[in-house]
Structure formats: structure tokens, C-alpha cells
Nanobody, 124 residues
Framework: QLQASGGGSVQAGGSLRLSCAPS????????VGWFRQAPGKEREFVAA????????SYAESVKGRFTISRDRLKNTEYLQMNSLKPEDTAVYYC???????????????????WGQGTQVTVSS
């Protein structure tokens, strides 16, 4: 299982950092990603990182504002979110799986394990 944390409420332009860690085991050899779902909308890809080589992928809507990273010692993955906008408001889910090829990193169906979600609310 995955444990996601770090959500909250901020004003537009603010920052939040989300964390994701496995409740057991390690992220070594996994691809870890973030997806989000706003009310009435489908779940969408946000960012992902492959732990073996740190290859990253971002949704166009968050490029330049969000940064995904890993801490091997803490076995934790982070999503630093800066310059937040009201349209970033959603429940954010971390997900992980092994054996995801680069072209499939943005596909939610590629991920086997999911966290419980953490709410991010950005007010204008």
C-alpha cells in the first residue's frame, strides 16, 4: 500500500509538497506517479518518476510549476507544487508499479498500487 500526505488549502500562487511512501517494501525499481481528480472530472495524470534512472514525465498543465523527485534514503517520493492555481484543486493520488515503459507512464492503467488520495484546495 501507498501512504500519501501533504495536501491542504492554499491561496493561488502558494506552494504545497506532497509525499508518497510505501507502507512496506521499497520503491526501488518502481515508477511512481501522481494523478488527480477534480469533482465531476476524470482522473488525470500529473507527473511520474522512474526510480531506476530518475526519468520524469509531466502533464503539460503543470510543467514548470511542479517538480517530482525521490529520496532514496527515506524511500519517499515528493511532488513539489509551486505557483498553484485554482484549477489545480483536486484529490491527488500517488500510484506505483514495476515495469512501466516510458510511453505508458501517463496511463493510469499502468499502475498497480494506489494510495488513498490527499485533498489539495487552491483558492483564488
Amino acid at each position: 500500500q501507498l501512504q500519501a500526505s501533504g495536501g491542504g488549502s492554499v491561496q493561488a500562487g502558494g506552494s504545497l509538497r506532497l509525499s508518497c511512501a510505501p507502507s512496506g517494501g521499497t520503491f526501488r525499481s518502481y515508477t511512481v506517479g501522481w494523478f488527480r481528480q477534480a469533482p465531476g472530472k476524470e482522473r488525470e495524470f500529473v507527473a511520474a518518476i522512474r526510480w531506476t534512472d530518475s526519468h520524469t514525465s509531466y502533464a503539460e498543465s503543470v510543467k514548470g510549476r511542479f517538480t517530482i523527485s525521490r529520496d532514496r534514503l527515506k524511500n519517499t517520493e515528493y511532488l513539489q507544487m509551486n505557483s498553484l492555481k485554482p484549477e489545480d484543486t483536486a484529490v491527488y493520488y500517488c500510484a506505483a508499479s514495476q515495469g512501466i515503459i516510458v510511453s505508458s507512464m501517463k496511463n493510469s492503467a499502468s499502475y498497480r498500487y494506489w494510495g488513498q488520495g490527499t485533498q489539495v484546495t487552491v483558492s483564488s
